[in-house]
């Protein structure tokens, strides 16, 4: 059983930036697939990106060249940072972890964050 506890998070205006972490309970250096979702309320969850037990990063086409997903194997904790934030891109982010290699549906991952809000204003 993995805890994941998020951090980060907060307001911006368009074109912001900000910085979102997400701390293990235990070692999850190429042992764990690790993403992050973002939802909005009366929408399906959807995943932003994640990073494989071979460390390739994969990101959706909304969030590549912008967000930027990686871990501190050192500290057990995975960050999504995310640049030139858009409106869009307000939801309520999510960590999300799978033992072995990555899948694409979020049914396919076990253990969650509890979730923190990225609220950008235009």
């Known amino acids: 059983q993995v805890h994941l506890v998020q951090s980060g998070g907060g307001s911006v205006q368009t074109g912001g930036s900000l910085k979102l972490a997400c701390v293990a309970s235990?070692?999850?250096?190429?042992?764990?697939?690790m993403a992050w979702f973002r939802q909005v309320i009366g929408k399906e969850r959807e995943r932003v990106a994640r990073?494989?037990?071979?460390?390739?990063?994969t990101y959706t086409d909304s969030t590549k060249g912008r967000f930027i997903v990686s871990e501190d194997d050192e500290e057990n904790t995975l960050y999504l940072e995310m640049f030139d934030l858009q409106p869009e891109d307000t939801a309520m982010y999510y960590c999300?972890?799978?033992?072995?290699?990555?899948?694409?549906?979020?049914?396919?991952?076990?253990?969650w964050g509890q979730g923190t809000q990225v609220t950008v204003s235009s």
């Open positions: 235990e070692f999850i250096y190429r042992r764990y697939c």
């Open positions: 990073i494989d037990i071979d460390l390739v990063t």
């Open positions: 999300a972890a799978r033992r072995g290699w990555c899948r694409d549906r979020q049914f396919q991952f076990d253990f």
